[in-house]
């Protein structure tokens, strides 16, 4: 039945379906939905009953019958903004619902910190932007995008907490509810964290579409995305990287983190819309920051001198960034100053 399909697409997206039988809609229902969906049989139904309550935005006619073009007038009668058939046009059913429920929002900034090369302190610098963003007022989500790399939530100290890691979510498809999701995730430190865990998780093929549905509940969010992204490419990290607003590729400066990070400025970076160097300082016989974004052909973000204090702050249960003056702090919030709107904070 047309009503159960309906019905069906509404709990997935997290909408609460009021149903109106037979008797025509009262005003006030009709006017206060979110969303009016209108099945094509009861259209009918109603052809020569008069008018329907009034004009309105958000009404939808959904029928089955695509050789049914009389559907067209009962569309024009009704006022519909659109005449929706299933079951081809139950993906963009689906993403509607969902908006009506969860209402517009500025998507979230998208930020994905790529290693260039192994032990360079991607992750690290991916948890310090959550707890930085975060701290600063801002809904944030962070997104392990590395299977190999150990789970983000162990950096957090959130590796007991409850709540789904990428296993759970891997066969994720087409519209995820940001809001369920958001609610679902553990929360350390203000993040809404989605980590691998260590139960073979390099065993798990992480699918493009999961990727995708994921990143696209987080940024309807609003606030900020940020992703821990591996050095190799595969559909997923591919997915990941070609939905970012900012890439920052961190990079030692010194020659042989230099060759390395090339391959991944020609593999990953390839993908990324906006790449830019986060330069690791590295002793006295490094590289100029400067010289090393240059010979990266990329545009420099900011140079990350060595913050001394982050071993004694991991052990004494410290994230990364957590420390607002450190120097790792510092450099988040005034990277993400540069880079966030100037829209207000969500608390």
């Known amino acids: 039945m047309l009503l159960d399909d309906l019905l069906r697409l509404c709990a997935a997206a997290g909408a609460e379906a009021e149903v109106a039988h037979g008797a025509p809609v009262a005003a006030d229902r009709w006017e206060r939905a979110a969303l009016v969906l209108v099945g094509d049989d009861r259209a009918a139904a109603r052809r020569g009953h008069g008018q329907w309550p009034g004009r309105r935005d958000g009404v939808l006619l959904v029928g089955r019958d695509l050789d049914d073009h009389t559907i067209w007038e009962r569309g024009v009668a009704l006022g519909a903004e659109q005449v929706v058939h299933l079951p081809g046009d139950e993906p963009w059913l689906a993403d509607r619902i969902a908006d009506a429920v969860e209402g517009p929002e500025r998507p979230a900034l998208t930020v994905g910190v790529i290693g260039g090369r192994g032990g360079s302190g991607a992750s690290t610098l991916a948890c310090a932007l959550a707890v930085t963003a975060a701290r600063l007022g801002r809904r944030t989500t962070l997104i392990d995008g590395d299977p190999l790399g150990g789970g983000l939530d162990v950096l957090l100290g959130a590796e007991q907490d409850p709540g789904p890691r990428w296993p759970a979510l891997a066969c994720s498809q087409g519209r995820l509810s940001g809001a369920a999701l958001e609610e679902s995730l553990p929360r350390p430190h203000g993040v809404s964290l989605l980590s691998w865990d260590r139960a073979g998780a390099g065993m798990v093929r992480l699918p493009a579409e999961a990727m995708r549905a994921v990143i696209a509940a987080a940024r309807r969010g609003g606030g900020v995305v940020v992703l821990d992204l591996p050095r190799a490419v595969d559909d997923a ?56 974004a240059r010979l990266l052909g990329l545009p420099l973000a900011g140079e990350l001198p060595e913050d001394a204090g982050l071993p004694a702050a991991a052990d004494r249960g410290e994230p990364p960034g957590a420390d607002a003056g450190g120097m790792l702090g510092r450099f988040c919030a005034s990277l993400l100053e540069r880079a966030l709107p100037t829209a207000e904070a969500v608390a």
């Open 237 to 292: 990290a591919a997915e990941a990287l070609a939905r970012l607003d900012l890439g920052l590729l961190v990079v030692p400066a010194e020659l042989r983190a230099l060759a390395a990070a090339r391959q991944v400025v020609a593999t990953s970076g390839a993908l990324v819309a906006d790449l830019r160097v986060v330069a690791r300082e590295s002793g006295s016989r490094g590289l100029v920051a400067e010289e090393l």
